[in-house]
C-alpha cells in the first residue's frame, strides 16, 4: 500500500455498490467502511456483473484499500433463540460471499446480546457461529467489534473478546477496536498507560481496524454515541495520547463520525486527524 496513511470513513452504498468509491475519494479517504447491504433488513439484493467490476476496478484505480465491511444491525449472533441464532449465521455467510464477490478483506462483526442468559452462554453462541463460517471464509478475516457496555451485551469487555478469540478453531479472525465504545466501556484510552494495556490485551498485532470515534457520553456510561473527532469527552488531547502507544496509529482507521454527511467537513475532520498523527 505503498506506506500511504490508511485513513477512511464507513460511507453510502446507495445507488450503487461502487459509488462508494467515488464518495470515498471525494473526501480523502485513503481505505473505507460500508455495509454490505441494507443495514436494517435481512434481504440482500444480488449485484451484477457490472456492479461487482466496477467496485473492484474503483478500489484499484483510486487505491482505497483496505474495504471493510461491516455486518448489518439485525443480526444477533450471542442470541439463545434459536430462530433469531439461525438466521444471524446465515446472514452472516450471506455476508462473507459479499465481501469475496467484491474482493473486500474484512467482516467487522458486533457480537450482539445474550439476552440475559449471561456473558458465557453469549460467548459460546459467538464462537460456535464463527467457527460455523469457516467455509464461508474465501479470502476474508473477520474483526471482532468492542460494544460500549450495553445491557446484556456481549465483548464490552476486552477479556470477552479474547476468549472468543481463543475458543475460534480457524484463527481467520481478529479485532476491531472502537474508541467510542471502549470509553464508554469503562476504558479510559485518554490515558496512554490504559490504552497501551487495551492494546496488549487485545494483541496489537490482532487488532487489524481502529473505529476513530470521539464520544458523546462520560467514562463508563455504557451508551454508543459518537461524537465528531476532538469534540467529545475522549478530546484532541486523549486521542494525542491514545496514539503515542506504539503500534496504534499505524493501523487502519475508520470514522463513523456526523461529518461523513457533509463531505467538506469530513475533509477537514480527516486533515485534523492526521495532524494529531504527526503527517
Known sequence: MG???????????????DLAFDRAREIGCTCMQIFPSNPRGWAVKELGKGEKEGFRRKGKAYNISPVFVHMPYLPNLASPKEDVYR???????????????????????HLGSHLGTGVEAGRERVAAAINEVERSLGGVTILLENEAGQRNSVGSKLDELVDIYNSVSHKRVGFCLDTCHA?????????????KEVAETLGLERIRCIHLNDAKHEL???LDRHADIGFGRIGRKGFESFFSVPGLKEKPMILE?????????????????RKMLGD
Request: hydrophobic share 40%; glycine share 12%; net charge negative.
Open 220 to 222: 463508563g456510561s455504557g
Open 87 to 109: 438466521k444471524s449465521v446465515e446472514a452472516m455467510k450471506t455476508a462473507l460471499g459479499r465481501c469475496n464477490e467484491l474482493g473486500a478483506e474484512y467482516l467487522t462483526v
Open 183 to 195: 470509553f464508554a466501556a469503562g476504558y479510559d484510552i485518554a490515558d496512554r498507560d490504559v490504552a
Open 257 to 273: 463520525t456526523p461529518l461523513v454527511e457533509t463531505p467538506k467537513d469530513a475533509r477537514g475532520e480527516l486533515a485534523a486527524v
Open 3 to 17: 506506506g500511504v496513511r490508511r485513513l477512511g470513513y464507513h460511507i453510502s452504498i446507495s445507488g450503487s455498490m
